[in-house]
């Protein structure tokens, strides 16, 4: 899975870092009903996902901005269980930012209940990330390669830690 948009090793201080900023956002699109947060977060989940962390802004802010102001240590970690879990935020925010414009459109209160529900994972996953190191979608990830979903040809670093190298790029 590691093409030359997604690298195949990351630094994890700064995917965590880039969880904090999410987390943030998440927190005050929630908490201040600002749901248009979803669509910016959406774009960048989708870009970061689909073209590698040097298309998301969140990630050029974060590895230009905020890490370099973070003493820590690289600590490389495999590369395509974060795209996942991107791709996982990706459709969050998209389906959120739809069911915003449903509710926008028909007053819907089951739509803007689940835009809330969403909203609500989009707290607590970032969270989980930036503050303990669990990645969610990295778990589910696991436990897809585990059921050979996902074949291991396609993060032979999940199974082998030896192999890790430095990261080449942004989180």
Do not use: N
Request: proline share 6%; glycine share 8%.
């Amino acid at each position: 899975m590691s093409s030359s948009r997604f690298p195949a090793v990351v630094d994890d201080v700064t995917v965590r870092l880039i969880a904090a900023v999410v987390l943030v956002i998440g927190v005050v699109a929630l908490g201040t009903q600002q749901w248009w947060l979803y669509a910016v977060l959406a774009v960048d989940f989708t870009l970061r996902a689909a073209l590698g962390p040097k298309a998301s802004p969140l990630a050029l802010l974060v590895s230009r901005w905020i890490r370099p102001a973070v003493p820590a240590a690289k600590r490389p970690t495999a590369g395509p269980p974060k795209r996942f879990a991107a791709t996982i935020g990706a459709v969050m925010t998209v389906a959120a930012t739809a069911l915003w414009i449903v509710h926008l459109a028909t007053g819907s209160g089951a739509a803007i209940t689940a835009v809330v529900v969403i909203g609500a994972i989009m707290v607590l996953f970032p969270l989980l990330e930036a503050a303990f190191g669990l990645c969610v979608g990295c778990r589910l990830f696991a436990v897809l390669m585990r059921l050979g979903l996902v074949p291991e040809e396609v993060c032979l670093d999940c199974a082998d830690i030896t192999r890790r190298r430095a990261p080449q790029t942004v989180g």
